[in-house]
């Protein structure tokens, strides 16, 4: 490109980055300081390398500093950079999302500022300017919202302001009535089903870390009933029916504590659990020591999961999650809409976020068996070749051929995950469902589905099978064991759904 | 060439090239042919019938660079064991007991890996899709909407650039597949590429 199209970055950034490398530099010194100090001309030997490598730093931020330049166009900003491998990116104004300006202590002292545009991408890194003036990222904020709007009509408020300065007038009104809300029985009932043994594994894990203050080896058992025999009990001379009470007891012990963990850890995370439908979107309020509130835009979820499990669909509970667009908070991919719900209780939610809930003529069809056989057949030598070898080599004898039970219990699994999974696909949604311990099904609208692939493995390209991998943002959803035939009839299907409209009308309010 | 059309419509174009440019490898033709035509009997209900587009055959050039500088890493202990093998042994000739393995196994990522790839690689760019096409033991066929294209880059390494390529990446909201990138491009039509996708994006807006 010509020099001097476009703008380039603050000078000062350069002061910035210098300031940076420094504090890498910290350890790396004081690590030289101690290995010479017994030099004459160690501390002239520490400055000299403190200079060549500000040197470095500066000199190669500088090259890069000359190679980047930002443009702004008239539909997209593009950012050119780097010193060997070039790299144009282009970010239309119309996916910009929000225009960030972060300032850290150093650059607010030289008055500047890192403007990160987001577009909500799947990967976070989208476009950063390290660093221009504040002026140039308010400039450039205020560029990009008016450029929007000028693309786009712009949406009507969602809440009127008044002339005579009352903004809100729905603010005064009662709170109305939550959309889902769970009361302590209900969160009782669901503590019950979240039985936990974590805290054995808590607790082992303490008693592993302090084991040095144990007065005896945690792993000994003869020093677990040589306390025992101390408090003068004798071990031998207890009778069977003593032995089997004790064993008893310790399960129920087991179970007792198992429950009451639920119950706490419920209690903790889910007490005054409260959904509301805001003009904002779904306001999610819940916690007992920790309250949090959250609020997530309707237009932003991508797709619903109906979780349940062994034990508890037999009751008919199930727990509603949605995948969104994760702008809130990047480490929680899909947000706990309703924990601990009936399906009645389920539905309304899910069409509040333009969802529709399966019905029973959507025609379920299972994938094919071969898919999941073949994954079991991969598996199987590694499970023989190890029996065969205690088989041949060592004397345990006929007792080893139990092993064999592996595969066969292996078997049932796939055999059971392969009866769970089905899919279907109507004229607006795809649907999923999978696993036999705790099933799940995933809903997910077909024009929120950003692209699809089809990939084959050499197996499967014998057996003319395939998997559905499908991106959606904020989750992940892949099918396999579909004939190649039909999986490109389906993505053509959806492709022309999709196409039709654009990802920012997808997901704008 | 119709016949061939759907999952994998670069093979009947990878089966020219061998027999065109590869003729030594003329065994894994046939076998390449055999399972291709194995596989393409299961293709009758396929329905994606565009052709696809080769990449630069530069880009075999540049991917074989890139390769053999990875290889120096094994090559050149290879040959500084040789020499010590061939120094302390009394009479002969340098019997290759290191190097030959290795040249081998260069070879093959070298000369061989780059070609397969290449010959298995394709794309399609219609008016509101793009599509790509790679892998030959394990493939992956994946279209991405341009309605749903969040941002786009050309980038340029400094071997690439000699030949005058680019590779074209588009980055989508979605969690799988969130980066896809198409290398090989010919810098210019990355470009074109690019600004036509980044058009309608901006038209599909309004």
Redesign the interface.
């Given at each position: 490109m010509a020099a001097g199209e476009g703008h380039r970055l603050h000078r000062l950034g350069l002061v910035v980055n210098m300031v940076g490398g420094l504090r890498n530099l910290i350890f790396p010194l004081i690590a030289i300081a101690f290995g010479t100090s017994t030099l004459d001309f160690g501390y002239l030997l520490l400055v000299g390398i403190a200079i060549l490598f500000i040197g470095f730093t500066l000199f190669f931020s500088w090259l890069a500093w000359t190679r980047f330049r930002y443009i702004i166009g008239v539909?997209?900003i593009r950012i050119e950079s780097?010193i060997?491998?070039?790299?144009?990116?282009?970010?239309?104004f119309?996916?910009i999302q929000d225009v960030s300006i972060e300032q850290k202590l150093i650059p607010r002292l030289l008055g500047l500022g890192e403007v990160k545009f987001e577009?909500?991408?799947?990967?976070g890194d989208?476009?950063t300017l390290a660093y221009v003036s504040t002026e140039e990222g308010e400039r450039l904020r205020e560029l990009v919202r008016d450029r929007k709007e000028g693309?786009?009509a712009t949406p009507a408020p969602e809440i009127a302001n008044n002339d005579d300065g009352t903004a809100d007038i729905r603010r005064f009104e009662p709170e109305a009535e939550p959309l889902f809300a769970m009361d302590t029985q209900r969160i009782f009932t669901f503590g019950l089903f979240e039985f936990s043994l974590v805290i054995f594994a808590v607790l082992f894990g303490v008693a592993q870390q302090f084991e040095f203050i144990l007065p005896f080896n945690l792993y000994d058992i003869g020093a677990w009933i040589g306390i025992v025999e101390d408090s003068g009990i004798d071990i031998d001379a207890i009778s069977w029916g003593a032995r089997i009470f004790g064993a008893m007891a310790a399960l129920a012990s087991l179970i007792a504590i198992g429950i009451a963990t639920g119950l706490l850890r419920t209690f903790l995370r889910e007490y005054g659990f409260r959904l509301d439908r805001t003009p904002k979107g779904f306001r999610r309020r819940r916690g007992l020591t920790t309250l949090t509130d959250v609020v997530m835009p309707a237009h932003r979820v991508q797709a619903a999961i109906v979780q349940t499990g062994f034990f508890r669909r037999r009751w008919g509970w199930h727990a509603l999650k949605f995948v969104s667009?994760a702008q809130d908070s990047k480490e929680e991919?899909s947000h706990v809409v309703a924990p601990f719900a009936q399906r009645p209780e389920i539905d309304p939610i899910m069409k509040e976020a333009a969802i529709t809930p399966e019905t029973l003529d959507i025609g379920f069809r299972r994938l094919d068996w071969r898919w999941w056989f073949d994954q079991w057949a991969l598996l199987l030598p590694f499970a023989l070749l190890p029996i065969v070898g205690l088989l041949i080599f060592t004397d345990v004898g006929a007792r080893a051929a139990l092993i064999l039970l592996l595969p066969v219990i292996a078997a049932l699994f796939v055999w059971l995950s392969w009866r769970h999974c089905k899919k279907a696909l109507d004229e607006n949604q795809l649907y999923f469902r999978e696993g036999w311990w705790s099933p799940k099904l995933t809903i997910a609208p077909q024009v929120k589905?950003?692209?699809?692939?089809?990939?084959?493995?050499?197996i499967a390209?014998?057996r003319?099978l395939?998997e559905m991998?499908?991106?959606?943002?904020?989750?992940?959803?892949?099918i396999g064991g579909i004939?190649?035939?039909?999986a490109?009839?389906i993505?053509?299907r959806l492709?022309d759904e999709?196409?039709k409209?654009?990802?920012?009308?997808v997901n704008r309010g | 060439m119709t016949d061939c059309a759907g999952f994998t419509p670069t093979a009947p174009l990878a089966i020219e090239e061998m027999d065109v440019n590869y003729k030594g490898f003329g065994a894994i033709n046939c076998l390449v042919s055999a399972i291709q035509q194995r596989h393409i009997s299961n293709m009758d209900e396929a329905t994606e019938t565009e052709e696809l587009t080769r990449l630069h055959p530069d880009h075999v050039k540049v991917t074989r660079i890139v390769a053999s500088l990875f290889m120096l890493v094994l090559i050149i202990p290879a040959i500084i064991a040789e020499t010590a093998a061939y120094l302390n042994q009394e009479s002969g000739p340098p019997n290759g007991v290191f190097i030959i393995p290795v040249l081998l196994i260069a070879a093959f990522f070298v000369l061989f890996m780059p070609w397969r790839r290449y010959i298995h690689r394709g794309f399609h760019m219609s008016a509101d899709r793009i599509r790509i096409v790679r892998g030959y033991l394990f493939r992956s066929d994946t279209i991405v909407p341009f309605g749903r294209i969040q941002h786009i880059d050309v980038d340029q390494g400094p071997i690439q650039r000699r030949y005058d390529l680019a590779t074209l990446t588009v980055h989508t909201a979605g969690n799988h597949n969130s980066t896809v990138s198409l290398p090989g491009l010919l810098h210019e039509d990355a470009i074109a590429m690019r600004e036509e996708i980044r058009a309608h994006i901006k038209r599909d807006a309004i």
């Open positions: 539909e997209e780097g060997l491998n070039r790299n144009a990116r282009s970010i239309p119309e996916r577009t909500g991408g799947g990967e989208e476009g693309a786009v667009l991919g589905i950003q692209s699809i692939e089809i990939s084959q493995g050499p390209r014998l003319g395939a991998e499908f991106g959606i943002a904020g989750g992940a959803l892949s004939p190649v035939g039909e490109n009839a993505r053509q492709l999709i196409v409209v654009d990802f920012a009308d | -």
